[in-house]
């Protein structure tokens, strides 16, 4: 791909890499300048890295065109879940909030479940009636969470204060078997769990599609291997991007009544932007068994992913974090996964059920503009 084409068309990327330098050098600037700077500084950071998150996003469906389902899906989720632990891990080096992860994973679930899926059921069940998806995943997807959350999420609450270190080492591996038996059930014998066919209406006077010429075989290999690579430098400038937003939000915020769990849902809101987007075109589609890959498979992800990694570094460090969650929270939780269990039971998704999540999704809101 010739130079000038690649910089056309990784535009936000190159815009993120500029933004990441002039943050290396005014910095402190920023900082010294008070407040309002600060917060502004925070919100160009933010902008600039969910721009930067869509061209990762895109790449990551480049790919999963390519490999097509339930491989496709993974990889966009992975990518995404990545760019959340990425972000959240900096956050940590300079948030003094012990409940950051908590509830970076609680937002990522409400946002993904009920803004997601609700938002995608909505609009796509006004458009299309009644959408059709394969039930097997929805189940399987809806157990691992509740699992994943009750064991990282809700048991700690129980566990004496002298022996997090046990349970949190036992978290780990249990995360890690978890995950290693759903990946292998979802790229292996069970892989039909997670995928739908759909009708398509065959072109008269057209072939059967047969295997591409080694030309055009080369050439869907050059773009896999940019792809990728476009998508490893593009969390590396994420991460830069992050390390200066998370001292402008600091400095922002500080002496402020924000809510405690603005940050969090910060973190979650700019990983899920390009889900968001590709689960919207799929409901507008009528694809509704992506939208709920994507929507259940990254809050499984961000569940099974990041708790693993943060409680490592919490044993790394000797500094707990507070995993058990809020008595509201536990409540949201609950109530999103019983009506996650009911409305994705059938097979089909409507606007009726689109409704119920996005109303939890507002509940969510409010409770966090609210400080709960």
């Given at each position: 791909m010739p130079l000038s084409s690649l910089i056309k068309q990784e535009a936000f990327l190159f815009v993120a890499l500029a933004m990441a330098v002039a943050g290396y050098f005014f910095e402190h600037t920023i900082v010294e300048g008070g407040r309002i700077v600060a917060i502004g500084g925070a919100v160009v950071f933010i902008g600039v890295i969910v721009l930067a998150s869509t061209r990762v996003a895109h790449h990551a469906e480049v790919l999963a065109h390519k490999v097509g389902d339930p491989y496709g899906t993974m990889i966009l989720t992975l990518s995404a879940v990545a760019v959340e632990v990425l972000i959240l891990a900096i956050m940590m080096s300079s948030a003094s909030s012990p409940t950051l992860v908590r509830d970076t994973i609680y937002s990522a679930v409400m946002l993904d479940i009920n803004g997601i899926i609700g938002l995608a059921a909505l609009l796509g069940g006004l458009r299309h009636g009644e959408q059709p998806y394969n039930d097997d995943s929805s189940r399987t997807y809806s157990v691992m969470i509740l699992t994943a959350m009750g064991i990282s999420m809700i048991v700690p609450e129980f566990v004496p204060a002298e022996s997090w270190h046990w349970y949190s080492a036992y978290t780990i591996v249990a995360m890690i078997a978890l995950y290693g038996v759903f990946l292998k059930m979802q790229v292996g014998p069970h892989s039909y769990f997670f995928s739908y066919t759909y009708p398509r209406a065959k072109v008269p006077g057209t072939a059967t599609p047969g295997a591409a010429p080694p030309a055009e075989q080369e050439a869907q290999q050059d773009s896999a291997k940019v792809s990728i690579a476009i998508i490893l430098v593009g969390v590396l400038i994420i991460g830069f991007l992050a390390e200066f937003m998370s001292v402008f939000l600091n400095t922002g915020l500080e002496g402020t009544n924000a809510p405690p769990a603005l940050m969090a849902v910060i973190v979650a809101a700019i990983s899920a932007a390009p889900e968001i987007l590709t689960a919207m075109r799929a409901a507008l589609r009528n694809r509704m068994q992506s939208v709920?890959?994507?929507?259940?498979?990254?809050?499984?992800?961000?569940?099974?992913?990041?708790?693993?990694?943060?409680?490592?570094?919490?044993?790394?460090?000797?500094?707990?974090?507070?995993?058990?969650?809020?008595?509201?929270?536990?409540?949201?939780?609950?109530?999103?996964?019983?009506?996650?269990?009911?409305?994705?039971?059938?097979?089909?998704?409507?606007?009726?059920?689109?409704?119920?999540?996005?109303?939890?999704?507002?509940?969510?809101?409010?409770?966090?503009?609210?400080?709960?």
């Amino acid at each position: 791909m010739p130079l000038s084409s690649l910089i056309k068309q990784e535009a936000f990327l190159f815009v993120a890499l500029a933004m990441a330098v002039a943050g290396y050098f005014f910095e402190h600037t920023i900082v010294e300048g008070g407040r309002i700077v600060a917060i502004g500084g925070a919100v160009v950071f933010i902008g600039v890295i969910v721009l930067a998150s869509t061209r990762v996003a895109h790449h990551a469906e480049v790919l999963a065109h390519k490999v097509g389902d339930p491989y496709g899906t993974m990889i966009l989720t992975l990518s995404a879940v990545a760019v959340e632990v990425l972000i959240l891990a900096i956050m940590m080096s300079s948030a003094s909030s012990p409940t950051l992860v908590r509830d970076t994973i609680y937002s990522a679930v409400m946002l993904d479940i009920n803004g997601i899926i609700g938002l995608a059921a909505l609009l796509g069940g006004l458009r299309h009636g009644e959408q059709p998806y394969n039930d097997d995943s929805s189940r399987t997807y809806s157990v691992m969470i509740l699992t994943a959350m009750g064991i990282s999420m809700i048991v700690p609450e129980f566990v004496p204060a002298e022996s997090w270190h046990w349970y949190s080492a036992y978290t780990i591996v249990a995360m890690i078997a978890l995950y290693g038996v759903f990946l292998k059930m979802q790229v292996g014998p069970h892989s039909y769990f997670f995928s739908y066919t759909y009708p398509r209406a065959k072109v008269p006077g057209t072939a059967t599609p047969g295997a591409a010429p080694p030309a055009e075989q080369e050439a869907q290999q050059d773009s896999a291997k940019v792809s990728i690579a476009i998508i490893l430098v593009g969390v590396l400038i994420i991460g830069f991007l992050a390390e200066f937003m998370s001292v402008f939000l600091n400095t922002g915020l500080e002496g402020t009544n924000a809510p405690p769990a603005l940050m969090a849902v910060i973190v979650a809101a700019i990983s899920a932007a390009p889900e968001i987007l590709t689960a919207m075109r799929a409901a507008l589609r009528n694809r509704m068994q992506s939208v709920v890959n994507i929507a259940m498979g990254a809050s499984l992800s961000t569940v099974i992913l990041t708790v693993p990694v943060m409680e490592g570094i919490a044993l790394y460090t000797g500094q707990p974090f507070i995993m058990a969650m809020s008595p509201v929270q536990t409540v949201m939780v609950t109530i999103t996964l019983i009506a996650a269990a009911i409305n994705l039971n059938d097979g089909q998704t409507n606007a009726i059920e689109g409704m119920t999540h996005f109303v939890l999704f507002a509940t969510f809101v409010m409770l966090t503009a609210i400080g709960l």
